[in-house]
Structure formats: C-alpha cells, structure tokens
C-alpha cells in the first residue's frame, strides 16, 4: 500500500514515515503543508496516486480540512486519515462534515500510540505484520 504524508512537523513525519515502512507501507511523498501536498499529487508528471493520505489537522498555509476538501473537488476518492494532536471537538466534527469523510486519530501520548497502532495494524498490508 502507498501512502502520501502531510504535516508541517517534519520530525513527526520522518516518524509516521518509519513507523508505516515498518509495517510494509512504502511511502511515496511527504509535504509539510496542504498546498505542497495539492501541487504534488495533481502534478501530471509525478503521477502520483497514494492509496491513503496521512494529513494533520491542523497546519500553515493550507490546513488538512482544507486540503481534503480541494483534493476531493479534484475528484480524487483516496482514503484520508487525518491526526491531531488538539482532538478539540471542532476538528471531530470538521473532519466529520469533510466530503466522503475520513478517519480522525486524536490525543496524545499513549491514547494517541494506541489508536495510530489499532488502526495501521488493520491496513497494514497482508504478511507484514
């Protein structure tokens, strides 16, 4: 499975990044906010087409509300998670009203450990658990 990472934190992507080749997830870009996410997966020579997009929530320039919002207009029906660390009940229900929907993952510490690790071990491609 392919995935595409957006977050400003670029620590915490290089993280999200390891921890999903780990479970045999190749990583085919990464963007630190939603409008360098929108210019690579719509540049027509990158071709790029992930099969899940990690976005946080909560970012400059463009948001990951905002970004799933053009992605889809774009017409592109890719499965989104989208994390946050606030989990205020704003971005719940942002994230509830975006086109098609999305996973939210919230929290933080152990919770948050807890919920990234349930919810990639039941996406997690077949054999590399």
């Known amino acids: 499975m ?77 499965p989104m998670v989208m994390l946050s660390g606030q989990g205020g009940e704003e971005v719940v229900i942002a994230v509830s009203a975006a086109p098609n929907g999305g996973t939210l993952v919230t929290g933080s510490s152990y919770l948050f450990d807890m919920q990234v690790s349930r919810f990639f071990t039941t996406i997690a491609p077949a054999g590399s658990l």
């Open 2 to 78: 392919n995935v595409y990472l957006i977050d400003d934190d670029a620590a915490l992507r290089q993280a999200v990044a390891r921890f999903m080749e780990r479970f045999g997830f190749l990583v085919l870009g990464e963007a630190g906010n939603g409008a360098d996410a929108l210019r690579a997966l719509s540049d027509p020579c990158l071709q790029l087409r992930p099969d899940l997009i990690i976005s946080d929530c909560q970012m400059p320039v463009m948001d990951g509300l905002s970004f799933a919002r053009r992605f889809r207009a774009m017409g592109r029906p890719t």
